[in-house]
């Protein structure tokens, strides 16, 4: 079983070693997060020696700032860029129809569109079209650059923006817009086998490929980017935050202080500013369980903070800076502790609740019988022997030595006894 466990691994990491291309996706809307992803896939692509890096699109567009990051991107590698509207269905607006301009080689698959690249601003009323020409004219520019570039259509570049002009593959490729039209990764490669991209002759055809993971940081801040969850996180943690501060407890506040950090973090506030945050208001939170017991919600808490803003701190340099391991290797010292202090935390949450279940020893006390060792007096001068220990003990009357007792309660660290019945 083990042998056979060993091979599939080894199988897999022969594949991985063998792909000579490269697939990143670029799914959904363009945020910071996607202009970090494609960057971490050409410095891998790069790392790797790899042939090409194929972009696959599906996307409604997204920011003008990450757009132009991403075209910077693609063009300062030295690997070969081919940008992939894919599947069949897909579609490739507006910031997506940009950087296909902006690739390499520009593909779509049967039945995918592209264009509707007019400039949209968010406003109470929802989305709002940017008629404002200094802006137009500006995207006009950088659209039209991108196709001179890469000889393509300028025109249609133009009016991709200023009229909104749509384009399925097959008119895409008549309009010289696009290179090729294929309908899967495999025919891709076989189609772009012999372009002469950025000095280099491709040599793709019948050449494997392996699509790219982005890391665990960048999945996290993919996943908090989506608009939609951001603002969400954002209105949650808000009100969270005033229920909280409103009424008794601490569960309310600090899962709303969390959402708004959260939610900045999506709507691109700055990631090493929030992740620092996050790990200090989590070790303030673990402090305060430990000082005032809350029955384990804030330690979970604080926990979750600081895991979370352990991810998020991973060096933002990689992998230009850092290997995979190193940084798996980070990833790992940092979420060790973590759960460490999180088994910690339980078991002394359940010793805690353990103890306090137990009932209470001056409980058990009440009614036992004592022996005098002094004279015992109101003002609580003397000593009785219990249970073969010496309690300091007082009485509302005087009790001669070597009496026997009863003990009625409990004053500190003195005990109140009687003089026991006959």
């Given amino acids: 079983?083990?042998?056979?466990?060993?091979?599939?691994?080894?199988?897999?990491?022969?594949?991985?070693?063998?792909?000579?291309?490269?697939?990143?996706?670029?799914?959904?809307?363009?945020?910071?997060?996607?202009?970090?992803?494609?960057?971490?896939?050409?410095?891998?692509?790069?790392?790797?020696?790899?042939?090409?890096?194929?972009?696959?699109?599906?996307?409604?567009?997204?920011?003008?700032?990450?757009?132009?990051?991403?075209?910077?991107?693609?063009?300062?590698?030295?690997?070969?860029?081919?940008?992939?509207?894919?599947?069949?269905?897909?579609?490739?607006?507006?910031?997506?129809?940009?950087?296909?301009?902006?690739?390499?080689?520009?593909?779509?698959?049967?039945?995918?569109?592209?264009?509707?690249?007019?400039?949209?601003?968010?406003?109470?009323?929802?989305?709002?079209?940017?008629?404002?020409?200094?802006?137009?004219?500006?995207?006009?520019?950088?659209?039209?650059?991108?196709?001179?570039?890469?000889?393509?259509?300028?025109?249609?570049?133009?009016?991709?923006?200023?009229?909104?002009?749509?384009?399925d593959a097959e008119k895409a490729k008549e309009e010289n817009v696009i290179e090729v039209e294929a309908g899967s990764i495999d025919e891709l490669l076989v189609k772009v086998d012999g372009m002469n991209v950025k000095g280099k002759v491709l040599k793709t055809s019948g050449e494997t490929y392996s699509y790219y993971s982005p890391s665990l940081r960048l999945t996290v801040m993919d996943i908090l980017s989506n608009p939609i969850l951001a603002s969400l996180l954002l209105f949650v943690g808000i009100y969270s935050l005033i229920f909280g501060l409103t009424t008794p407890g601490f569960g309310a506040e600090v899962f709303g202080v969390i959402a708004i950090s959260l939610g900045l973090i999506g709507l691109g506030f700055s990631i090493n500013i929030a992740g620092i945050f996050l790990i200090a208001f989590g070790i303030g939170l673990l402090l305060f369980e430990l000082h005032v017991s809350t029955f384990g919600i804030i330690g979970v808490a604080g926990i979750a903070c600081v895991a979370l803003g352990s991810i998020l701190l991973v060096p933002t340099g990689y992998p230009n800076m850092y290997g995979p391991e190193f940084q798996v290797g980070f990833q790992v010292s940092l979420l060790i502790p973590a759960v460490i202090m999180g088994i910690f935390l339980a078991f002394a949450i359940y010793k805690v609740m353990e103890i306090r279940k137990k009932k209470p020893v001056i409980g058990d006390i009440i009614g036992d019988t004592a022996k005098t060792i002094d004279e015992i007096t109101p003002e609580g001068k003397g000593f009785v022997r219990y249970q073969g220990e010496r309690w300091l003990a007082k009485s509302q009357e005087n009790i001669e030595p070597g009496t026997k007792v009863v003990i009625k309660g409990k004053d500190g660290y003195m005990l109140l006894v009687e003089k026991a019945e006959k």
Avoid at 5 to 13: K, M, V
Avoid at 27 to 56: G, M, R, V, Y
Avoid at 143 to 150: D, F, N, P, T
């Fill in 1 to 167: 079983m083990k042998a056979l466990f060993l091979f599939f691994i080894l199988l897999g990491l022969t594949q991985i070693a063998g792909a000579q291309v490269l697939v990143v996706e670029l799914n959904d809307a363009i945020t910071p997060a996607s202009e970090e992803i494609i960057s971490e896939a050409l410095s891998n692509a790069q790392s790797s020696d790899a042939k090409a890096l194929i972009i696959t699109m599906n996307t409604p567009g997204g920011g003008l700032d990450e757009t132009k990051k991403i075209l910077d991107d693609i063009q300062n590698s030295p690997v070969p860029v081919i940008g992939y509207v894919y599947p069949k269905g897909a579609t490739a607006w507006s910031a997506g129809t940009i950087i296909l301009l902006g690739t390499d080689v520009a593909a779509m698959a049967p039945n995918t569109i592209i264009g509707s690249a007019q400039p949209v601003e968010m406003t109470s009323e929802g989305l709002k079209p940017i008629t404002e020409e200094k802006i137009v004219n500006a995207v006009v520019a950088l659209a039209r650059e991108k196709a001179k570039q890469h000889g393509r259509n300028e025109s249609a570049a133009e009016q991709f923006i200023k009229s909104n002009l749509n384009l």
